[in-house]
């Protein structure tokens, strides 16, 4: 089945700085790859997504890319600001069958 | 238009005994997803029910069940509680084709003592 590894698991930036956060997958046939955001008390949300046929996208200060033959795919967040600070999640989709990583906590320094 | 909606918030059970767990999704939405997160393994996949009848399963223990109603509300049971059940229940809605957004309630925090 789908194993999907994130990394890293913290990431501490100053504020206006860029994160990034990497995510590799291993089924080929996975096509779809939702990044979610979720903050203390309350349940994922989805940020940015990308499907198999594009390699990046961009929304605003977010930006994700996808190498589908390497089989990662990265979120890219530029500008950071203080609500930036939560549990970011990567994942990959085959059948409507999500796998998640495990997360990375994102903490946006002063 | 209203979000996912998870009743209880907030559940403490003993061990042995079961628990039921609801999720409302959007209206309009076909299809119910259930995960289970906790600080060890994050988030795992339980099951998803699509026009009430179970599509994908997870790999978890048949003490873990549930069901969708004809309007799509979904139930979760587990039975014999376990402390290793104490976790964060998720439950997101979509609208059930391939690849479609999910959108998730606020979770139901089960503590089992």
């Known amino acids: 089945g789908e194993n999907v590894e994130q990394h890293p698991s913290t990431l501490s930036v100053q504020e206006g700085d860029s994160a990034v956060i990497k995510c590799t997958y291993s089924?080929?046939?996975?096509?779809?790859f939702p990044w979610y955001k979720q903050e203390l008390g309350k349940g994922p949300q989805l940020i940015i997504d990308?499907?198999?046929?594009?390699g990046e996208k961009k929304d605003q200060r977010i930006a994700v890319t996808l190498n589908k033959t390497a089989k990662h795919f990265s979120l890219h967040i530029t500008e950071t600001q203080p609500e930036d600070s939560a549990v970011y999640f990567c994942?990959?989709?085959?059948?409507?069958?999500?796998?998640f990583g495990k997360g990375t906590r994102l903490h946006i320094l002063p | 238009k209203a979000g996912v909606t998870q009743t209880p918030r907030y559940l403490i059970k003993t061990r042995g005994q079961q628990v039921t767990l609801s999720c409302s999704p959007i209206s309009g939405h076909r299809s119910v997803s259930w995960y289970q997160q906790t600080p060890g393994q994050g988030l795992q996949f339980l099951f998803e029910?699509?026009?009430?009848?179970?599509?994908n399963k997870g790999n978890f223990p048949g003490r873990f069940s549930g069901r969708q109603f004809s309007n799509s509300r979904s139930e979760m049971n587990v039975s014999t509680l376990e402390l290793g059940d104490s976790a964060l229940y998720l439950c997101?809605?979509?609208?059930?084709?391939?690849?479609?957004?999910?959108?998730f309630g606020p979770g139901t925090r089960l503590t089992v003592l």
């Open positions: 089924d080929s046939a996975s096509n779809y």
């Open positions: 029910y699509f026009s009430e009848t179970q599509r």
């Open positions: 990308i499907r198999s046929n594009v």
């Open positions: 994942a990959a989709n085959r059948d409507d069958k999500i796998i």
């Open positions: 997101a809605s979509s609208l059930g084709t391939a690849n479609n957004e999910q959108f």
